[in-house]
């Protein structure tokens, strides 16, 4: 289900109280209600994309918020999509059948 348009991020509890995943398509925003607390925010890898910078609330891939009651936040995530090829590693699996003792 590759899709070179589609990003992932995990926002989880500090205190494990809260657990969710958003997926993104390229241009998309997307709002979240949590409750007061504080959360980490982090992108799904591995990915097609590397972060280029963030913006707002935060700005680091893996930070924390924390979020305070009647407030609104606002997080941007600039993403620059790795082609394929040589960015990725490639390997070979080979069955040996071995007869006698080993």
Known sequence: ?????????HITG?????ETWITLEKDKCDTVYLDPG????????PQEYKIKSVTGSITADDSNLVVKEDKDYEI????????RGFLHSFGRV??????GDV
């Open 1 to 9: 289900n590759y899709n070179e348009n589609t990003f992932q991020f």
């Open 14 to 18: 500090i205190t494990s109280n809260y």
């Open 38 to 45: 504080t959360y980490k925010i982090k992108e799904i890898v």
């Open 76 to 83: 941007t995530y600039t993403n620059e999509f790795m082609r």
């Open 94 to 99: 080979v069955n040996k059948i071995v007869q």
